[in-house]
């Protein structure tokens, strides 16, 4: 499964953006699908996910309220609607494929997009 990440961008704080991810095959819908993200300087770290049928969603506590994932099946697209951006929110934000829904797993990478939180 290939995943291409899009959407990132300059925002101001307390703006929104929404990150695309689009997937090569259909064989998606079978996969817990991720946002992770890596801020300069620091390790990569888990944003969201949600399962294969889109039932069952998690936060990571900074984002809880702020952000949420979704996805179409139909469409080999997953989503993240990221609402009262933070400067602290600034990071390569990457969309990732996990068969068994265990991020420190991860099956398939997308290749990342900056999303910058000016103050």
């Known amino acids: 499964v290939q995943l291409q990440a899009s959407g990132g961008g300059l925002v101001q704080a307390g703006g929104s953006l929404r990150l695309s991810c689009a997937a090569s095959e259909s064989t998606f819908s079978t996969y817990h699908m991720g946002w992770l993200r890596q801020a300069p300087g620091k390790d990569r770290e888990f944003v969201a996910s949600i399962n294969w049928s889109g039932l069952s969603r998690y936060y990571a506590d900074s984002v809880k309220g702020r952000f949420r994932i979704s996805r179409d099946n139909a469409k080999n697209m997953v989503y993240l609607q990221m609402n009262s951006l933070k400067p602290e929110d600034t990071a390569i934000y990457y969309c990732?494929?996990?068969?068994?829904?265990?991020?420190?797993?991860?099956?398939?990478w997308g290749q990342g997009t900056l999303v910058t939180v000016s103050s």
């Open positions: 990732a494929a996990s068969k068994g829904g265990s991020w420190s797993n991860v099956d398939y």
